[in-house]
């Protein structure tokens, strides 16, 4: 989907994490940690009873027994469209509330084969919109004419529609 996987934006970033440790994490508990993949092999180790060190990950040990709520302020993402389609480096960090995103090729349009590739109905459905419908073709242009600074405030714009990057 245009915006999700294989990009920087948040739904491409966002998943879900579930953990299942009878009597040290109660059931249905909810947390909106900072939690990034390079997190999880530290924490197993933790878990485990070993040492960690070396890794760029931190062990989210703490938070998921209730002792932290944090460990983590910011959290770092990077895609590079490869083999996905032509090399479109985008690099981003966010913390709970902002999305700073950097596309380092701003004037080249992006491509991502599995979606974009002539033959997929759903992004031929939303171009073909497009040329009837004002909002549907704004969304393809940005889809695939990125400025280089993006910076969204997901407490107002979750859906990280409204680039505030000029608005001083």
Same mark, same amino acid.
């Given at each position: 989907?245009?915006?999700?996987?294989? $990009?920087?934006?948040?739904?491409?970033?966002?998943?879900?994490? @579930?953990?299942?440790?009878?009597?040290?994490?109660?059931?249905?508990?909810?947390?909106?940690? !900072?939690?990034?993949?390079?997190?999880?092999?530290? $924490?197993?180790?933790? !878990?485990?009873?070993?040492?960690?060190?070396?890794?760029?990950?931190?062990?989210?040990? =703490?938070?998921?027994?209730?002792?932290?709520?944090?460990?983590?302020?910011?959290?770092?993402?990077?895609?590079?469209?490869?083999?996905?389609?032509?090399?479109?480096? @985008?690099?981003?960090?966010? =913390?709970?509330?902002?999305?700073? @995103?950097?596309?380092? $090729?701003?004037?080249?349009?992006?491509?991502?084969?599995?979606?974009?590739?002539?033959?997929?109905?759903?992004?031929?459905?939303?171009?073909?919109?497009?040329?009837?419908?004002?909002?549907?073709?704004?969304?393809?242009?940005?889809?695939?004419?990125?400025?280089?600074?993006?910076?969204? =405030?997901?407490? $107002?714009?979750?859906?990280?529609?409204?680039?505030?990057?000029?608005?001083?």
């Amino acid at each position: 989907m245009p915006f999700g996987k294989w $990009t920087c934006y948040r739904y491409g970033q966002s998943s879900a994490m @579930i953990v299942r440790y009878p009597g040290k994490v109660p059931a249905g508990v909810h947390s909106d940690a !900072l939690v990034q993949y390079e997190d999880i092999l530290p $924490t197993l180790i933790d !878990l485990a009873g070993g040492h960690v060190e070396g890794l760029d990950g931190i062990s989210q040990l =703490d938070v998921f027994l209730g002792k932290e709520s944090d460990k983590r302020q910011w959290v770092y993402g990077m895609h590079n469209n490869n083999p996905e389609g032509p090399i479109y480096p @985008i690099r981003s960090i966010q =913390d709970k509330r902002y999305k700073l @995103i950097e596309n380092l $090729t701003p004037d080249s349009a992006y491509y991502e084969k599995h979606m974009m590739n002539e033959g997929n109905n759903m992004w031929q459905s939303w171009i073909t919109t497009g040329k009837s419908n004002d909002y549907a073709q704004w969304l393809v242009d940005r889809f695939v004419k990125r400025p280089a600074i993006e910076f969204y =405030d997901h407490e $107002t714009d979750p859906w990280e529609l409204n680039n505030l990057a000029n608005d001083p």
